[in-house]
């Protein structure tokens, strides 16, 4: 199973600052990396996937780069509705498909 | 668009079965979709369990396919999930997606590109 490490747990960010969110695979993925958005009670929602095309709707504020085993995400400038947990995924070698365990963006 | 819909028991006794169905509407369970299900325990991450094609492949989690079983009714435009001898740990929210073939730059990727709502399921006595 591909473990999936996200940092940091916890990012403190200001409106208005870039933010950026690093996952790692413990083995290459590829490009097969998707990143999710989630707000409380919600459900996640796809942001990119192919580790760095955004999926439809998605505001150009959200970046996505790497491939292999280092991937991050970038908020470049971070809105009030940005606030949330983002959790990457890796369907590249499955079953299973695995997350990571998620980074929580908070208001500093 | 397509949506999702999950349903079935908020409250499963341990050492019972939790079985959800997950209705699509919208579009065609036999479309080139792997449908998937995924649960979130209170306050903790994403696991995934298993996925179902329209064909009736599946794909389990291998932590979870001893007590899993994912099927698909294409009648009915919707997929179900069975999981046997619950305990407390299978207590979790638990979402339906639907996973894609996302395509860029001439190559394709899955991602779940639709979710449902999700439904608690809360196992106790």
């Known amino acids: 199973e591909i473990v999936m490490t996200q940092s940091p747990a916890t990012l403190s960010v200001s409106p208005g600052e870039r933010a950026t969110l690093s996952c790692r695979a413990s083995?290459?993925?590829?490009?097969?990396l998707a990143w999710y958005q989630q707000k409380p009670g919600q459900a996640p929602r796809l942001l990119i996937y192919g580790a760095s095309t955004r999926a439809t709707g998605i505001p150009a504020r959200f970046s996505g780069s790497g491939s292999g085993t280092e991937f991050t995400l970038t908020i470049s400038s971070l809105q009030s509705e940005d606030f949330a947990v983002y959790y990457c995924?890796?369907?590249?070698?499955?079953?299973?498909?695995?997350f990571g365990q998620g980074t929580k963006v908070e208001i500093k | 668009q397509v949506q999702l819909q999950e349903s079935g028991p908020g409250l499963v006794k341990p050492s019972g079965t939790l079985s959800l169905t997950c209705a699509v509407s919208?579009?065609?369970?036999?479309?080139?979709?792997?449908w998937s299900w995924v649960r979130q325990p209170p306050g903790k991450g994403l696991e995934w369990i298993g996925e179902i094609y329209h064909s009736g492949s599946t794909n389990y989690n291998p932590s979870l396919k001893s007590r899993v079983t994912i099927s698909v009714d294409k009648s009915k435009n919707q997929f179900s999930l069975k999981l046997s001898s619950v305990t407390a740990a299978d207590t979790a929210v638990y979402y339906c997606?639907?996973?894609?073939?996302?395509?860029?730059?001439?190559?394709?990727?899955?991602?779940?590109?639709?979710w449902g709502q999700g439904t608690m399921v809360t196992v106790s006595s």
């Open positions: 997606a639907r996973a894609s073939q996302l395509c860029s730059g001439g190559s394709c990727y899955s991602a779940f590109d639709i």
């Open positions: 919208g579009g065609s369970i036999s479309s080139s979709n792997w």
């Open positions: 995924q890796q369907y590249n070698n499955w079953p299973p498909s695995t």
């Open positions: 083995q290459s993925v590829s490009s097969n």
